[in-house]
């Protein structure tokens, strides 16, 4: 009686550690899957920002190469007409002033965004501005690297670059006489061009132009512009539809270096800086930041989430049903 008695207590106690180290190993291997399974998740996430702001930086510079494409076949048709070459060449301002001014009219009234068009000689030395027939002459070979490249390598390209309404997104062109590059052509267009484009577009990924205090007493003195300050470094000259005064304010509360979400109301958006704008001197004249609405995928995120901590709580579940309902062996 007394062995038996003793047999029973020990596999009474092998039965408890038995639940002891199920348990414990229950535990241990919910500990690991919750977090191998959030890190994935959190992975995913991140792989889903990233894919996002490449997306809204493609787009953004897709829309770039478009209208320089568009533009620089435009100014091209325009430089190598030996009409209006043949009058750079011979230094007949006031003749090429009155055929480009109907020209830069007509081009603007198409896109109001247009802001200036100027010739300049190999040398840099503007030789006319169309919106200010009196300003030519100074040398801008040595601050306008747009210049200064289609000058020396007689190739068309295009950037952003200083004006004085803060910014400008230039295409420069080579202007070729008797097969020679005598100068350059440019035309400049308002940042707020691109970001209106692709609202007119039916792309999801949005885009706001921000103006960095640097460039503000340029646009205040030289364009009689007044740029609504959003903080005490960023103002903006053109609000985009899709922003609003407070939205913005929160935004540059947020580093969007590396994109961030921030919550809207009801709606989450992933912003992120997509160009940054520079002075010829490195300064900060401006940026285009990008928005994209990720209300449905940071909720795919948290469900994916809910669903884990769903999982774990079943396991535990059935563990502890199937202990309290096991057959207890009367002896």
Request: hydrophobic share 40%.
């Amino acid at each position: 009686m007394y062995r038996e008695c003793k047999f029973l207590f020990l596999k009474n106690i092998k039965s408890k550690y038995i639940i002891y180290i199920s348990f414990l190993f229950l535990i241990i291997s919910s500990i690991y899957y919750f977090v191998d399974s959030t890190k994935k998740n959190d992975i995913e996430r991140d792989n889903l920002l990233l894919t996002h702001i490449k997306n809204m930086k493609n787009i953004f510079n897709a829309n770039l190469t478009e209208w320089s494409d568009y533009y620089t076949g435009v100014l091209n048709d325009l430089a190598n007409d030996n009409d209006i070459s043949s009058l750079v060449a011979l230094k007949k301002r006031d003749k090429l002033y009155e055929i480009m001014y109907g020209v830069f009219l007509d081009m603007q009234a198409v896109e109001p965004s247009l802001k200036t068009m100027q010739f300049y000689y190999e040398d840099g030395s503007k030789f006319l501005q169309i919106q200010e027939k009196e300003n030519y002459n100074d040398t801008l070979s040595s601050n306008r690297p747009l210049i200064k490249f289609v000058n020396s390598k007689a190739e068309a390209t295009y950037g952003f670059q200083s004006c004085p309404f803060g910014g400008v997104f230039r295409i420069v062109v080579p202007i070729i006489y008797n097969g020679n590059n005598i100068g350059a052509l440019e035309i400049g267009f308002d940042p707020n061009l691109i970001t209106k484009s692709l609202d007119d577009s039916d792309s999801s990924e949005k885009f706001q132009y921000l103006l960095h205090k640097n460039s503000v007493e340029k646009l205040r003195t030289e364009s009689k512009m007044s740029p609504i300050p959003i903080d005490d470094t960023y103002y903006i000259n053109k609000l985009n539809n899709s922003f609003s005064l407070e939205f913005l304010e929160h935004i540059l509360d947020n580093n969007t270096d590396n994109g961030a979400v921030i919550e809207d109301g009801e709606n989450e958006y992933l912003i992120s800086k997509i160009a940054v704008i520079h002075g010829t001197n490195g300064e900060e004249l401006g940026e285009m930041i990008g928005y994209y609405d990720f209300t449905i995928d940071n909720q795919k995120y948290r469900f994916n989430i809910v669903q884990i901590y769903l999982r774990i709580f079943i396991v535990f579940f059935i563990f502890i049903t199937l202990i309290i309902l096991a057959p207890v062996k009367r002896e």
